[in-house]
């Protein structure tokens, strides 16, 4: 299967482009920075067959319209609200994030509790960031306004990456460096200030009291597993899988273990659920 965005669009016009594609339990898949759903292919390819998988992109991001207006983490995550309401789901579904799709995460689960039966945290963090990194935003965000997303695309990809990924599958290094020079080079500064300033979600964590699922790739740099280990820890009903030959990118860098992983963490919360 080779889903493209708005496969099964409602007759109502969706404000974000999305692949919605099989019956069953819903996944909402949301995709990190500054990415889109097609980071998921290999989880929309498997998983169709049992489940509703519904992978947007996020606004800026992908085939959704860009945005020049500030944003926040929370506003994207009541883009997402309303996709769901859009597309008349009013079933709790499982989310599952990578990265800034977790730090969407952590604003969803806040916000629309009642929405969410599950959680996936792939390669993220709850913390805020330090004024070193949220500095580094600010530069990267001034950057690629004035010499466009294909001018930090290349650099990023190497720290998104494992070198296993980069030594046995250049194509997903390629495939990585063309969605990110293709994104609008606003949507990218948008959603950098917006990570700047997100806050500690931390405190939440023990909160949180559905099925979670942490998942990490063993050679992710940018959220590596000691930090997810202690998420873990704080998360009551919670468990944590690590992935070989995978940095920050597992889904898409170690598909066959990630999507294992996820099957049996939904076979065995489906299974618990009243
Ligand atoms: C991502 O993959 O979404 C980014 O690494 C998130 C970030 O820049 O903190």
Redesign the pocket.
């Known amino acids: 299967m080779n889903s493209k965005p708005n496969d099964q669009e409602s007759a109502q016009q969706l404000e974000l482009a999305t692949v919605d594609v099989g019956t069953g339990p819903v996944i909402l898949f949301v995709?990190?920075?500054?990415?889109d759903h097609t980071m998921w292919q290999h989880q929309i390819d498997d998983l169709a067959s049992d489940f509703r998988v519904v992978a947007p992109d996020l606004p800026g991001f992908g085939l959704s319209q860009p945005i020049s207006e500030p944003v926040s983490l929370s506003d994207y995550a009541d883009s997402l609200a309303l996709l769901l309401d859009q597309l008349e789901i009013d079933q709790p579904v499982v989310f599952c994030g990578?990265?800034?799709?977790?730090?969407i995460g952590w604003q969803f689960l806040r916000r629309y509790r009642e929405k969410v039966a599950a959680l996936v945290a792939s390669?993220?963090?709850s913390a805020a960031?330090d004024e070193k990194?949220a500095r580094g935003?600010r530069v990267m965000a001034s950057q690629v306004r004035t010499a466009g997303s294909a001018s930090i695309a290349a650099d990023m990809v190497k720290?998104?990456c494992s070198d296993h990924t980069a030594a046995e599958s250049p194509q997903t290094i390629e495939q990585l460096i063309e969605v990110i020079s293709q994104t609008d080079s606003d949507s990218i500064a948008a959603a950098?200030l917006a990570?700047a300033e997100r806050p500690d979600a931390t405190p939440w964590l023990s909160e949180i009291d559905i099925p979670t699922l942490f998942v990490v790739g063993e050679d992710d740099v940018?959220?590596p597993p000691a930090e997810m280990q202690k998420m873990a820890d704080v998360v009551a009903n919670s468990q944590i899988v690590q992935l070989e030959h995978a940095g920050?990118?597992a889904p898409l860098e170690s598909p066959a273990a990630f999507n294992t992983a996820l099957r049996n963490f939904l076979n065995s919360t489906l299974a618990e659920a009243p």
């Not at 995709?31 to 990415?35: D, I, Q, V």
């Not at 990578?98 to 730090?103: D, H, I, R």
């Open positions: 995709h990190g920075f500054p990415l990578l990265s800034m799709g977790g730090y390669d993220t963090r960031d990194t935003r720290k998104l950098q990570m940018i959220t920050h990118m």
